[in-house]
């Protein structure tokens, strides 16, 4: 399986504006910038750690998944919000954190059982495995 995007600058580092298209066509010319990026401010659209943070949410919520039901829970409820962090590092931004808050409505599955799968996820998603940063986790079985 493969996975594809484009992505289109034009300008200057800090005046220029982006684009970004998904080769499945999800989303087409989504804008991002310098000021959206660095400073908070800039036009409306993404940033490049905004679209990791979603990778990482859905990979794991998609394994985390995977892993209860091979514990028997056939249908659960997951809730998973990524928060990619993009810190200046030596003078240079770094990813330095992705943290991943979970919650999970499952039954027949105690608070142990329902730990280690969910801390087993944190390392074995690919998301995971793809990047090169701290990874925490917050999760929760809720019911």
């Known amino acids: 399986m493969k996975s594809t995007a484009t992505a289109v600058w034009n300008g200057g580092l800090k005046d220029g504006k982006g ?3 998904a080769g499945t066509g999800s989303f087409n010319g989504m804008a991002y910038d310098f000021g959206k990026r660095f400073e ?13 943070a979603a990778a990482h949410a859905g990979c794991y919520a998609m394994a985390l ?3 209860l039901n091979k514990a028997g829970v056939a249908s659960p409820e997951i809730n998973a ?3 990619v962090t ?3 590092v030596d ?3 770094v990813v330095t954190n992705s943290h991943l808050v979970v919650q999970v409505k499952a039954a027949g599955l105690t608070a142990e059982q329902f730990a280690e799968i969910a801390e087993g996820t944190k390392t074995g998603c690919p998301i995971s495995r793809a990047l090169n940063t701290n990874i925490t986790l917050d999760a929760k079985l809720v019911g």
Do not use: F, H, R
């Open 65 to 67: 998944s995977g892993g």
């Open 40 to 52: 908070g401010t800039g036009t409306p659209g993404t940033t490049p750690e905004e679209l990791i």
């Open 86 to 88: 993009l810190d200046m």
């Open 19 to 21: 684009n970004l298209t």
């Open 81 to 83: 919000v990524a928060t």
């Open 91 to 93: 003078g240079k931004p």
